[in-house]
T-cell receptor, first 115, second 113 residues
Framework: GAGVSQSPRYKVAKRGQDVALRCDPI?????LFWYQQALGQGPEFLTY????????KSGLPSDRFFAERPEGSVSTLKIQRTQQEDSAVYLC?????????????FGDGTRLSIL | KQEVTQIPAALSVPEGENLVLNCSFT??????LQWFRQDPGKGLTSLLL?????REQTSGRLNASLDKSSGRSTLYIAASQPGDSATYLC????????????FGKGTHLIIQP
């Protein structure tokens, strides 16, 4: 498959636990984005990477959220001390670059439920 | 800050009709605008991307337009089919392309067989 791959597809955690969500972008895609989608809403931007550099993390809701992409390919979004309001679908997207004509391609997301 | 609004929130039409979905945005310095469809429990499938210098893009039965001066985009679906039933999202990029996408809340479309 040549698409964006996210794992796990579903994650249930107890409040206070740490979780890690993985994203495998399309091979060769330099730009990688994370979004959070609440039920019935459009996705909201969290952060993005250009290769291994995190160039914008302005959308991360708190310092409990941390993202990394150490080798410029796979990315991990980590949420520490999870809270119920963190329950949402987390979507990853990648694109060849930031050029105007480059679309973002999305994975199927990780549905996170915090009990 | 870019804000995106989609009207209507939901739409139900009989099969075979042509229909238009509307999207408005506040920042006319939009870098590009992308239309997606989202099926239940799935991620987003990119349908069309319009660059800031373009006025429309077409793919099969879909046509998307962009009017930066009025802050509007439309997605036209011709000869609708039950398989077109999904949520349609529009999203704009601003900041010279340095920002992530800003999404509307979507239009939930049902095509009645």
């Amino acid at each position: 498959g040549a698409g964006v791959s996210q794992s796990p597809r579903y994650k249930v955690a107890k409040r206070g636990q740490d979780v890690a969500l993985r994203c495998d972008p399309i091979s060769g895609h330099v730009s990688l984005f994370w979004y959070q989608q609440a039920l019935g809403q459009g996705p909201e931007f969290l952060t993005y990477f250009q290769n291994e550099a995190q160039l914008d993390k302005s959308g991360l809701p708190s310092d409990r959220f941390f993202a990394e992409r150490p080798e410029g390919s796979v990315s991990t979004l980590k949420i520490q001390r999870t809270q119920q309001e963190d329950s949402a679908v987390y979507l990853c997207a990648s694109s060849l670059g930031l050029q105007e004509g480059q679309p973002q391609h999305f994975g199927d997301g990780t549905r996170l439920s915090i009990l | 800050k870019q804000e995106v609004t989609q009207i209507p929130a939901a739409l139900s039409v009989p099969e075979g009709e042509n229909l238009v979905l509307n999207c408005s945005f506040t920042d006319s310095a939009i870098y590009n605008l992308q239309w997606f469809r989202q099926d239940p429990g799935k991620g987003l499938t990119s349908l069309l991307l319009i660059q800031s210098s373009q006025r429309e893009q077409t793919s099969g039965r879909l046509n998307a337009s962009l009017d930066k001066s009025s802050g509007r985009s439309t997605l036209y679906i011709a000869a609708s089919q039950p398989g077109d039933s999904a949520t349609y999202l529009c999203a704009g990029r601003s900041g010279g392309g340095a920002d992530g996408l800003t999404f509307g809340k979507g239009t939930h479309l049902i095509i009645q067989p």
